[in-house]
Each structure stands twice: as structure tokens, then as C-alpha cells.
């Protein structure tokens, strides 16, 4: 059977697919506890409200309540996964320099398809609520996005020669992500108002379904390493390690610098970016807004414009300015939008917010290009096995600050924790300013060894057969 080498497919239908469940895990929750904590139906609502007429107090008490208790809920599913999923990540992505990235692709495939066969039993039969949390821990145990998402990245170094290529493409996948989770959450409120939370769960499966088959049977193995020998658990482990530590250890102590210092940068953006707007669903459901489930579709479809603008705005800004002065121009758009947000009372403001903050995703790939090129290709896997796992660990660490932040702050000001974020993305802003010291003449020319290859490794041809490896587990 032909193999096929684009992992773009497979990120597509996965954003298409998660789309449709995420959005609605908080309003799923939502409900629940809502009927557990006020004994009460939740309430009906039409296209654009479902606040109380009157406003009453002991209306408010319950949403401040009910806020408080599945913005907990939020945190406990995080804390429970959290660990999981960063140690896979670190040792798939880090294996796969070994035995290539398919692995780190097709088992966080497996994972999604148990958490979202989990959420559709438990809506299904009405099981205990906490039950989610046992099974975001189980399927956390092969990996999450940021495995999979640091495979695809992976791959894609493997599989392309020149930096900018590698830029335009790695913003590719950003921007598929956002097109694809558009049309699936844009779909989701339709969905919840016909059909109920089954009917989404279960489409949500079949994707992920068709998604890893597609990734067993026809996705080609982008690298191997020539080795006779096989590879005990111990060695793997033990190459993990060295691969690691030879990213940090390869070059001169500016060019270490340097990778450290973007690394740190990446991490503390993308906690300040996941963390801020890991609660906007429960801001839009607490009052003044009180979204219905369709206005709530219409606002994660407009949020993934990010992507495409983003993807967007590297295109053509790469084509007059340096890397720093795009990730620092998305940095600030962030900024602006959090703080649009936290004084966002309207149903219009709440969309116009969309606006400052449409360059907000340029960071994530324009940083992983410029980290991957100051690493040989021999190394890509050990590389994103750090960044996915400090991207994974960040973002997860932030959702959790930033759910208990919201539980403590929701009564007398809900936007406190946007404004919070936007603070805290104002210092990988001021820490971009010492990137250029490390760029001196004569570090560049010592990039551009590394971008060879200095290891035996063999680029996998079109109609070559791929031996199948099976996975170490440690």
C-alpha cells in the first residue's frame, strides 16, 4: 500500500473533531452541576440570552455558585492529567528521533477516541459526573495534543529543507487547526439545540475514528535511523537522555543562550495565551453576557479566525521584517485582546474583541521555526519533545492557576484573571528584547552547520517499505 507523508490531514480532522467536544465539556458540566447544586432545570434560553428577566439576586447567587463549582471541576480534570501527559510527551517525542514519528501521532489518536467515548457514555447514561475526571487521567496515559502536535511538528522538520518553508508550513498546520475547529464549533450550538450533548459526542468519535485509521494505514514514516540492533528499554531511555541533553550541549555557549532564552519566552506566552482564555466559555455563560449555546458556537467559530489571520500576517510580515518583530507584534495582539475582554459587557463587544487580539497565534509557529533552526536534524525530535512537554506543562499549569484564580474571583470581578494574563504576557514581550544579543556575527554561521545532518539517518522514499517497530515503553 502507497504511503502518503502530510500530516495535515490528520491535524485537520483532529481540530474538526475536538472542536465539537471541547466546546461543549464546559457547558456540559455546566448543566449538571447546575441541576445538582440549585435542584432545578437549567434554565430554556433563546438565540441570544438566557439570563433572568428580573435579575434577582438568588438568580445571580446560583450562576456565582455554580461558576465557582465548574471552574473547580475544570481544575481537578487538569491536575489529574496533567503529569500523564507530560511525561508521554517528553518520552514519545524524544523516542521518535529513534524509531520515528508515527508513535507520537497515532497512540494521542487513541487517547482522544477513549476521552470522547467516555464523555458520550457518561451523557448518554446519565453516569456520575467525576467519572470524566478518571477518564481524562486514563487517556492522558497516551498522550494529548501536545504529543501529537509535537510528532506533526517533527515530522514536518523532517520533511522540509529551507527555514522559511519550514516556517510557512509549521503556520500552516496553526492556521489548519483554526479553520477546521471553526466549522466544528460553529456546528456545536446547532448540534446541542436539535440533537442534545449525544449526537456531537458521537460524530466527534467517528471523526476520530476515521482520523486513526488514516494515521495506521496510510501515514508514511518521515525518518528512521539505520540500526541492525535492536533497541532495549534501557537504551532508548538512555539515548532519550543523551538526545536531550546534546540539544542543550551541541554549540557555543551564545547559541545555548540563545535556545534557552526562546524556549522561556515560548513557555511563558503560551501560559499567559492557554491560561487567559482556558475560561472565556464560563465567562460567556455568567452574567451580564449569559450566551446561549448557539451564540457560544458563533464565538469559538470567529476565535479560530486567529489562525488564519495569524497565518496570514506571517506570510506577508516575514517577507519585510525579522522573526522577533513578528512574534512581538502577535505578543501584543494577545495583550490588547485580553484586555478587551475583561471589560467586555456586550454580546458585540464580546465578539469585537475578536479584532485585537486576530495576530495572537503568530508566536507558536514563527518560535518553533527559530528554535528548530539553531538544532541539527538530527535532534528535531529531542527538540520538540522539550517544547511540547514545556508547551503541554505550561498551558496545563496555566488552566489550572487560572481555573482556581476565576473560582475565587468570579463574584466581584470576573475579568480579573484576563487582565491577569494580559499582564503576564507583557514579560516574554520585554525578554524578546535580549534575543538579538545572542545573534551575533559568527552565531549564524555556526547555525547553519547544524542544519545538516551529522547522525546516519535515512530520509524514508516514497516506495520504500518501512520495517514496523514496535514501541519501548519504560
Sequence with gaps: MKKLYFVEPIVAVYAFAASLVYPLVQQYVYRRLWQELTNSTYPASDNSTRCAPANSSNHSSHHEEVQRAA?????????????????????????????????????????SLIYTCSFLAVSFFELNLYLLVGASFFSSLFGGIGTMLGGCFSYIADRCEDGKGKTLRMAGVDMTIGLLSGVGAISTGYFLRAYGFNWP?????????????????????????????????????????????????GGSRNRNYLLG???????????????????????????????????????????????????VGVSVLSLCLP???????????????????????????MFLVRVPMMFAVMPFPVMRAMMSKVVSKADQGSLFACVAFLESLSGNIG?????????????WRPGFTFLLAASLSIIPMMMLSLVNLFREEGLEEEIEPLLSDDRPVTPIEPDRPVTPVTPVTA
Design 71 to 111: 471552574s473547580l471541576f475544570s481544575l481537578y480534570t487538569e491536575l489529574f492529567s496533567m503529569i500523564p501527559s507530560l511525561i508521554v510527551t517528553l518520552v514519545l517525542v524524544a523516542y521518535s528521533d529513534q524509531r520515528g514519528r508515527r508513535i507520537t501521532i497515532i497512540l494521542p489518536l487513541v487517547g
Design 201 to 249: 459526542f458521537l460524530t466527534s468519535a467517528l471523526a476520530q475514528l476515521v482520523n486513526l485509521l488514516y494515521a495506521v494505514l496510510f501515514l508514511g514514516e518521515s525518518r528512521v535511523v539505520e540500526s541492525q540492533e535492536k533497541v532495549s528499554c534501557s537504551d532508548a531511555l538512555q539515548k532519550l537522555v543523551k538526545g536531550i541533553q546534546h540539544i542543550f550541549s
Design 261 to 311: 532564552l526562546l524556549i522561556t519566552i515560548f513557555s511563558l506566552y503560551t501560559f499567559a495565551d492557554m491560561g487567559g482564555l482556558s475560561m472565556i466559555t464560563l465567562y460567556e455563560l455568567n452574567e451580564p453576557l449569559c450566551w446561549s449555546e448557539i451564540l457560544i458556537g458563533y464565538g469559538s467559530a470567529i476565535s479560530t479566525t486567529v489562525f488564519l489571520t495569524s497565518f
Design 323 to 349: 522573526d522577533v518583530a513578528i512574534v512581538f507584534i502577535g505578543m501584543l495582539s494577545l495583550c490588547a485582546g485580553l484586555i478587551f475582554v475583561a471589560f467586555a459587557k456586550t454580546t458585540l463587544m
Design 399 to 411: 488552566f489550572a492557576v487560572f481555573s482556581s484564580i476565576y473560582a475565587t474571583t468570579v463574584a
